[in-house]
């Protein structure tokens, strides 16, 4: 216990060192214009599964029980507005081509901050190939996310036709139990989301061992924040103090505070890895940051194999 302690301890003050308020901003910002992008792709991959009519339910129904009401109405009505484009085939591959580049954005940005927590950054003169390297690494990110948003919708429909076969009020504690179980698989595929982003993203050679604890961290941070942020919403009344604004308020809030918890985990992942033999040395693209952290060593450049 006292080792976990001081790991959260100590990474607390590498966020704070990081300047994760301001990388936090930077991230709502791309994150706000990357969310419907991110949402229309995984719906589309949706309904050749279940069905336009019922994908559409059950993403809303998944986008309510994740960020709660509000918020999810407003994720809804932005991606309702992107989805409403006309045109031929070559209209569709311009529009997927734009979606993609722009939920790749965030993606980028997410590297630079995570780079910045494992003091790493990508080797000056890497030219174009470089550019389209990073480039790529984001698209296939925005296309892992949507595979992982897409096994969260088949879990949530298997689930619910194993509620109708088995009424689990029938069986005593059995509402306590499928609750459980709800909560598990919510758990299970957040930390399965961070993970991945956490191990593949930044420019630095970390291990899975490393990785689990730290996402399982942040997702008992986003999960619990998730309550105590809607609780907060739902009594202060965001939308109607803001009002037409209202909506758009809402998902800066839930996308700033989720910006902070993502990068907090990251600096715990850190932390941790440091208490645990891990360096994160930087990749071969990659060279140790300039300006470390005073209370963090800097990881040393990976020999040659």
Request: aromatic residues 12%; contains cysteine; proline residues 5%.
């Amino acid at each position: 216990m006292k080792q976990f302690l001081t790991t959260v301890r100590e990474a607390f003050t590498l966020w704070e060192q990081s300047r994760s308020a301001t990388m936090g901003a930077a991230l709502a910002y791309y994150t706000l214009f990357s969310i419907p992008p991110l949402l229309v792709i995984a719906l589309a991959a949706a309904s050749l599964v279940f069905g336009q009519e019922a994908a559409t339910g059950q993403m809303a129904a998944e986008l309510e029980k994740i960020f709660g009401e509000d918020v999810a109405a407003a994720m809804q009505s932005t991606v309702r507005n992107d989805q409403q484009t006309g045109g031929g085939p070559l209209a569709m591959v311009i529009g997927v081509a734009v979606l993609l580049f722009g939920a790749s954005g965030v993606f980028g940005e997410l590297q630079t901050s995570l780079n910045t927590i494992w003091q790493v950054q990508p080797k000056p003169g890497r030219g174009v190939l470089g550019i389209i390297k990073d480039r790529f690494l984001s698209f296939t990110l925005v296309l892992g996310t949507c595979f992982l948003l897409l096994v969260s919708l088949v879990l949530s429909t298997a689930l619910s036709v194993v509620a109708a076969w088995w009424t689990p009020e029938s069986v005593p504690g059995g509402t306590y139990l499928w609750q459980g179980i709800h909560a598990v698989v919510g758990f299970g595929v957040v930390t399965l989301l961070f993970a991945f982003i956490y191990r593949f993203l930044p420019d630095a050679n970390i291990r899975w061992s490393e990785v689990w604890v730290g996402s399982a961290v942040t997702a008992l941070l986003f999960l619990a924040g998730k309550q105590i942020l809607g609780i907060y919403l739902a009594q202060k009344g965001v939308t109607s103090s803001y009002g037409a604004a209202g909506s758009l308020v809402l998902m800066l809030i839930w996308v700033y505070y989720t910006a902070q918890v993502f990068l907090f985990g990251a600096s715990f992942t850190r932390v941790y890895a440091l208490h645990h033999g891990g360096r994160g040395e930087p990749m071969e693209n990659a060279v140790p940051l300039t300006s470390p952290s005073p209370c963090f060593p800097t990881p040393a450049k990976q020999s040659g194999n």
